[in-house]
């Protein structure tokens, strides 16, 4: 069955850093687009960062841009979240997703997801 498992999430103090990898498995890895997608208690999700199949394509919310870095490997069906400069801010459940290709464009928006993960807690203090 389809597997969206994220690790490396963790209690951190502002200014560090955290490197969140997303393990894929029970669907073609290499054929979806993939995205991290974040929620605080009392919010809703928001997006946070995508990447086409291939890696042609990185796509960021403006709150993390330049601190944040998506990235995949094809190889290990393994999607990454670089996470450098933490702010308070950031603390969230961090849910990783599968994004079909046809619905690349609509990349921003939770529903058009068709598969996620558990998701990985990561605190920030200030």
């Known amino acids: 069955q389809v597997q969206l498992v994220e690790s490396g999430g963790g209690m951190v103090q502002g200014g560090d850093s955290l490197r969140l990898s997303c393990a894929a498995s029970g669907f073609t890895f290499s054929t979806y687009g993939m995205g991290w997608f974040r929620q605080a208690p009392g919010m809703e999700r928001e997006f946070v960062a995508a990447i086409s199949e291939s890696s042609g394509i990185l796509s960021y919310a403006d709150s993390i841009k330049g601190r944040f870095t998506i990235s995949r490997d094809n190889a290990k069906n393994t999607v990454y979240l670089e996470m450098n400069s933490l702010k308070f801010a950031d603390t969230a459940v961090y849910y990783c997703?599968?994004?079909?290709?046809?619905?690349?464009?609509?990349?921003?928006?939770?529903?058009?997801?068709?598969?996620w993960g558990q998701g990985t807690q990561v605190t920030v203090s200030s």
């Open positions: 997703a599968a994004i079909r290709s046809s619905d690349w464009a609509k990349r921003l928006l939770p529903s058009v997801y068709d598969y």
